[in-house]
Structure formats: structure tokens, C-alpha cells
């Protein structure tokens, strides 16, 4: 079965800490990665963890969201809000069907943000789906914890109902940003982009596009093989 990893971002209560391992072990789950907890180890983790300590001391902590799911071939990024830029969202269920029908070999992170102010919009771009727990317009924030139950209730009540697709090899994050960052100098060298200004908007929506397609570490290849190509034209031309 694929991997799923619980990620928590900049979390700023040790309590929520304690309690999302807690939600996660009654529903079979054990990965907590930390991106930056404000305080952790923390005696109120413990105490909120209340049996699920082994949880708390098995969590990984990272000092960036990208290092956190560097080895993950899905990412989903949850979030309370319905952001403007046309972005693919699951809700809880949707996303336990897609998760579990993923080849055994493959890890996946869901994303939790921040308390106050949840996930940047530089943090989201390096998820590959949103997920967003439906519930009352006019006071959609859930506590973090309780976000976190919902999200792996579903995932344990869909946990071997899916029928898995074929395994394919699909490019890890890492091997994702490395492809962006490519792009992104590419559109700059041939001189597709008028401004700089225009460059997160486009790249948004450029990495929601190759998101959605899930890219195989071979079409990456071909891809950079090409970027590379145009590189390389684009070096001749200025220097004609
Ligand atoms: N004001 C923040 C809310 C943060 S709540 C915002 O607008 O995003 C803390 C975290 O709990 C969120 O970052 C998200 O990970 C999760 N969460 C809370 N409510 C949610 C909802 N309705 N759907 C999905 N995730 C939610």
C-alpha cells in the first residue's frame, strides 16, 4: 500500500502536535513529518498524544516544507479557503479513492498549515492537489487536529476498497522542482516572459497543469531534454 505521511507546517500549539498523533494512530497511521514547529518536543504534545506518544517520538522535523516532501510523489495541500487561481480540489473522500489507488511503492504527503494564517501560496504550489474539507461557508476553519481526523478517517475508511492503477514510475518532487526551476529559466532565456512580474502567476499555473498530468521521471526527461534544446538555440541567436 503507498506510504501516507502527515505533514504539519509551522504549527504554533504543541497541543494540536499531540493530538494530530493521537487522530492518527486511532485511524493506522504513524508518519508525522514537522515542518518548523514552534515548540516541539513539548510536555503538551505528550500529554494531547496521550497513547499515541510513540507517534510523537517517531516524527521527523524539517526545517522546509520542500525538504519534508522531497521523497513524495503526491502532495496535497489542504486548505479552508477556495483560492481564486483555478486549482484541483478534493474533499477528503475524493482524495482517500485517488490515494489509495496509487502503486504500493508510492509516498504521499498531506499538508496542514499554520493555525492563524494556514499555507502560503508558495507553499501550495509545491502541492500537486488541494484538498478542502467541505463545511459552513461563513466559518470554514477547522481546529488543525480536528482538520487532521477527518482527513485520515477517510483515508482508513477507504484504506483497501481501491482497485490499484498499473505501476508506473512518476517523478518525485524533488525531480519535479528541478524540472520547474528548469522551465522557469528556460521561459527566461528564450524570452517568453515580457516581465518578471509575470513570472509566479505563469509558473502557478504552469506547475498546477503539470500537477494535474502526474509526469513520469521519463517525460521529465524528454521535457528537460527540450528546455535544454531551446537553451541552446535561444544561446545562438544572441550571439549572432
Ligand atoms: N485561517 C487559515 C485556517 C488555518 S486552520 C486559513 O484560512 O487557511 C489550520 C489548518 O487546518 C489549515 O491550514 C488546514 O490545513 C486545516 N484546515 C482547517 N479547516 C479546513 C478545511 N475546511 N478544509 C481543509 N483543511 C482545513
Not at 8 to 25: D, F, Q
Not at 108 to 130: K, Q, T, Y
Not at 167 to 195: C, M, N, P, V, W
Amino acid at each position: 500500500m503507498p506510504q501516507i505521511r502527515i505533514v504539519l507546517v509551522e504549527t504554533s500549539h504543541p497541543g494540536n502536535i499531540g493530538a494530530t498523533a493521537r487522530a492518527m494512530k486511532n485511524m493506522g497511521f504513524y508518519e508525522l513529518a514537522l515542518v518548523a514547529p514552534r515548540q516541539f518536543p513539548h510536555a503538551e504534545a505528550t500529554a494531547r498524544a496521550a497513547g499515541a506518544d510513540d507517534v510523537l517520538a517517531g516524527a521527523r522535523v524539517y526545517a522546509s516544507l520542500g525538504e519534508a516532501v522531497a521523497d513524495c510523489h503526491l502532495v496535497v495541500g489542504t486548505s479552508a479557503r477556495q483560492r481564486s487561481i483555478q486549482w484541483p480540489l478534493w474533499t477528503p473522500r475524493q482524495c482517500a479513492e485517488n490515494v489509495w489507488r496509487r502503486p504500493a511503492s508510492h509516498r504521499i504527503a498531506i499538508v496542514f498549515g499554520r493555525e492563524r494564517s494556514g499555507l502560503s501560496n508558495e507553499e501550495l504550489d509545491l502541492c500537486h492537489f488541494g484538498l478542502r474539507i467541505p463545511c459552513n461557508p461563513d466559518y470554514a476553519s477547522l481546529n488543525l487536529a480536528a482538520a487532521v481526523q477527518i482527513v485520515v478517517y477517510e483515508l482508513h475508511l477507504a484504506r483497501g476498497q481501491a482497485v490499484p492503477e498499473p505501476k508506473s514510475a512518476l517523478a518525485t518532487h524533488a525531480e519535479l522542482e528541478s524540472f520547474y526551476r528548469h522551465l522557469q529559466q528556460t521561459l527566461q532565456d528564450i524570452g517568453f516572459l515580457h516581465s518578471r512580474k509575470q513570472l509566479p502567476s505563469i509558473m502557478r499555473r504552469l506547475r498546477r497543469l503539470f500537477g494535474r498530468a502526474g509526469l513520469e521521471k521519463r517525460e521529465v526527461d524528454i521535457l528537460r531534454g527540450i528546455l535544454s534544446c531551446a537553451q541552446r538555440q535561444a544561446r545562438k541567436e544572441n550571439s549572432c
